[in-house]
């Protein structure tokens, strides 16, 4: 099976520039996860969905950031514009059903860097 | 809120010897307790949760860790260590059942490394 996918596997631009990443959950899970990884901060969960529902996004730094889940098979991190301070390791994750008891699925994550 | 701790930036142990990654917590109700491996440049691997029953769980690669809920620790070990067991180890808790919609808080990981 194939497992959670992400990308750009890398993205390298300019700050002021919009970027955008990409998810493909696992089949079949109910639950998506966006997290942010960096040697200060180490992993911080921004925003997490429900059958496509955000249900938490007290992570989300400032309103540069968006997330969107159109349909259960993808979803967005948006930043606009994007500043050096967002240059991080973001991964997505998954889970099935029963949510938070279960073990999430990660991604390889987006290595992003912001110049 | 729910915070977790991992005291140890890095452990060092010989290969062979037993190893312990310290991980405690703190949550308002029932914690789901949870340990997470990440290598270079990959996404975190589930290792073994707690979540009710036994105190004692197991997990993958021989891992198993202990839940003591009076000191509120959820440590992670191995009874003897393999120098491919060197990574990057979190340990991670989310309220169980009457808790709230936080989702999962991750510690800030502890560095093992295994020495030949």
């Known amino acids: 099976d194939a497992g959670v996918i992400q990308s750009p596997r890398h993205e390298v631009t300019e700050m002021g520039q919009e970027v955008t990443l990409r998810c493909k959950p696992i089949?079949?899970?109910?639950?998506l996860f966006w997290y942010r990884q960096t040697m200060m901060r180490g992993l911080e969960l921004l925003i997490y969905?429900?059958?496509?529902?955000?249900?938490?996004d007290s992570g989300m730094p400032e309103d540069r950031f968006s997330a969107k889940m159109p349909n259960a098979s993808f979803s967005t991190l948006k930043i606009q514009p994007s500043e050096p301070r967002d240059s991080a390791v973001y991964f997505c994750?998954?889970?099935?059903?029963?949510?938070?008891?279960?073990?999430?699925?990660f991604g390889d994550g987006t290595r992003l860097s912001i110049l | 809120a729910q915070s977790v701790a991992q005291p140890e930036d890095q452990v060092n142990v010989a290969e062979g010897n037993p190893l312990t990654v310290k991980c405690t917590y703190s949550?308002?109700?029932?914690?789901?307790l949870f340990w997470y491996v990440q290598y270079p440049n990959r996404g975190l691997q589930f290792l073994l949760k707690?979540?009710?029953?036994d105190n004692l769980v197991k997990g993958s690669y021989g891992f198993e860790a202990e839940f003591n809920k009076s000191q509120t620790s959820f440590h992670l070990k191995k009874p003897s260590a393999l120098v491919s067991d060197s990574a990057l180890y979190f340990c991670?808790?989310?309220?169980?059942w009457g808790g709230g919609a936080d989702g999962l808080t991750f510690g800030k990981g502890t560095h093992l490394i295994i020495q030949p």
């Open positions: 994750a998954s889970s099935p059903r029963q949510g938070l008891s279960q073990p999430q699925h």
């Open positions: 089949s079949g899970h109910d639950y």
């Open positions: 969905f429900n059958n496509n529902v955000p249900i938490d």
């Open positions: 949550v308002s109700g029932n914690p789901y």
């Open positions: 707690y979540i009710t029953g």
């Open positions: 991670a808790v989310s309220v169980g």
